[in-house]
């Protein structure tokens, strides 16, 4: 058991597959797909701009461990036109990017999306207002991400406290032990506070979850008292999104 966890972890945390034929038609008419390069290979992030084409806000989303960027579209009908936009960012990997998913590699891969993004937009990165969303795995990569760049908003979904936490759920603490990469979200929303102590941070969790421990959002919010925190009852890790919609748009768009 510690020679596959050790050997075989990778495989265990990401679950890469790329685009099937029933993702052709799910990005919205004025989504634009914007290529960029890495030094581990070509990346395509997705970009949805708000109806007068000039972000007042862009959030980057993080899908969690099996799922694309894509399936954050299923968030925006009945987004209000507010404008907001959004950056959809798949890990290396996943999708249509090339490459392996490490903590590096994927913040390597967003810092790369917002900067083709920039380019685009014809702005300096520092002119946007950032806002981070990630569920489950996504979670941690928006916490990650918002530790190396200053964000407003961040909205997590199902987050762990660790990964070697999570881990430790799954196969005990001494075999938890072996993991290589921990993402760490405890100690990066201490880093965040200190950082940017403005910074509006919300979490929603489900109380059926049985992949991630409905007790890991609780005992973040309770570690931080400024984080808002909802508990959606009767929810597990994937319906949390479903259910829990209309309140994280809420929270995402309130003032």
């Known amino acids: 058991m510690a020679a596959i966890i050790h050997f075989c972890q990778h495989s265990l ?9 029933a993702y052709s038609r799910v990005l919205p008419p004025h989504g634009v797909e914007i290529e960029y390069a890495l030094p581990f290979g070509k990346q395509t992030a997705f970009y949805v701009p708000p109806p007068n084409d000039s972000p007042k806000r862009v ?22 036109p507010n404008g907001d936009a959004f950056l959809l960012v798949d890990y290396p990997g996943y999708g249509k990017n090339s490459g392996y998913a490490t903590i590096d590699s994927t913040r390597a891969t967003a810092e790369g999306a917002l900067s083709a993004l920039a380019h685009r937009l014809h702005v300096d990165e520092a002119q946007l207002t950032l806002c981070v969303i990630g569920h489950s795995l996504g979670a941690a990569a928006a916490v990650d991400f918002a530790v190396h760049r200053r964000v407003q908003r961040i909205v997590l979904a199902a987050p762990f406290t660790s990964l070697r936490d999570e881990a430790a759920t799954i196969v005990g603490q001494h075999l938890a032990r072996l993991l ?35 007790q890991m959002s609780r005992a973040l919010a309770k570690e931080f008292p400024a984080i808002i925190y909802h508990e959606i009852g009767g929810a597990d890790h994937l319906t949390v999104m479903e259910n829990a919609r209309d309140q994280i748009i809420a929270t995402m768009t309130e003032q």
């Open 13 to 21: 945390i990401y679950h890469p597959r790329p685009y099937g034929a």
């Open 59 to 80: 959030w980057l989303a993080f899908c969690g461990n099996g799922s694309l960027a894509l399936d954050w579209t299923g968030l925006l009908p009945g987004y209000p």
């Open 180 to 214: 290589l990469e921990n993402y760490d979200n405890r100690g990066n929303l201490l880093e965040i506070y200190k950082r940017n102590p403005q910074a509006r941070i919300a979490i929603f969790h489900g109380t059926d979850d049985n992949d991630i421990p409905v």
